[in-house]
């Protein structure tokens, strides 16, 4: 097995992904490894596949063919492609934390109760989901803002509540599509310094979509997508490390 910088195996290793949706392929034999600690960006126009990939590194959508490993430290290797829709379930919400553009939080309940859900699904008692997720949104500057509604918090601080809730159960790989999409460009800037610090900066990986060059350039890794296809994977301080790798 492939081994990163610091001694461990890929956290996700994808092999030969392949789905299509009646004629449009939209993964087209897809390699991809990502380190533990590493964020990547995942570039590429409309259309290209990023949120089909994005779904099936994190075992949302099964495709059509090829194998996903996940490597967790101090666990025994997962392939998820094996897993029953049941066992995926439960993998992403122990294993993954996700922020998405919409943020996907719940209307009615407050910051408070939105971070703590993420806990209670995996068996934390309210009491206690409910403390640790005030302390999750204090950390994130939120302070004051627990019993607020979501529609009673800006974007930002939206988003600051989803990645508290994407962090909060200790997930190792978090996953983020458009994460700061919906926002004016000095908000983008807080929050994916937010998402960053509360992912790689604790030793997690992220995996992102983007259109957004200037976010995708503060990632260790940008791999691009054409045509379901991934077709270059460079990293930060290197001159289009792998060009083109069809
Ligand atoms: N559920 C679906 N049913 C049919 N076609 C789909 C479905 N999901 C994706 N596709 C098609 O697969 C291709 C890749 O879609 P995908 O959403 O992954 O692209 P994308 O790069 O994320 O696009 P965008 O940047 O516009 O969000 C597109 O042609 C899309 O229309």
Redesign the pocket.
């Known amino acids: 097995m492939l081994e990163n910088s610091i001694g461990h195996p890929p956290v996700l290793l994808a092999q030969n992904l392949c ?4 004629s ?4 087209n034999r897809v390699n991809l490894e990502i380190s533990l600690g590493e964020s990547l960006a ?1 570039m ?12 099936a590194l994190a075992g949302i ?1 099964l495709p059509d063919s090829g194998s996903l490993m996940l490597n967790l430290p101090g666990q025994q290797p997962v392939d998820v492609q094996e897993l029953g829709d049941k066992a995926r379930t439960k993998l992403r919400r122990q294993s993954f934390g996700f922020v998405f553009q919409s943020g996907l939080l719940i209307p009615e309940l407050t910051a408070e109760e939105n971070v703590a859900m993420a806990l209670m699904i995996n068996g934390t008692p309210r009491a206690a989901a409910i403390a640790q997720a005030g302390q999750a949104l204090v950390a994130l500057g939120l302070a004051g803002m627990e019993q607020r509604r979501i529609g009673q918090l800006s974007g930002g601080q939206m988003q600051r509540v989803a990645i508290a809730r994407a962090q909060v159960t200790g997930a190792m790989v978090v996953f983020a ?2 994460p700061t999409g919906a926002l004016d460009s000095a908000t983008g800037t807080e929050v994916l310094e937010t998402l960053l610090e509360c992912t790689v900066g604790q030793g997690k990986s992220l995996v992102m ?1 983007t ?1 957004d060059p200037s976010v995708a350039a503060q990632c260790d890794r940008v791999v691009k ?1 054409h045509d ?1 296809q991934l077709i270059s994977d460079s990293r930060r301080g290197t001159s289009a490390m792998g060009g083109d790798v069809r």
């Open positions: 789905r299509s949706f009646g449009t392929t939209a993964l995942i590429g126009p409309s259309g290209s596949g990023k949120s089909t990939l994005l779904h959508e599509d458009e979509v259109h997508l379901g």
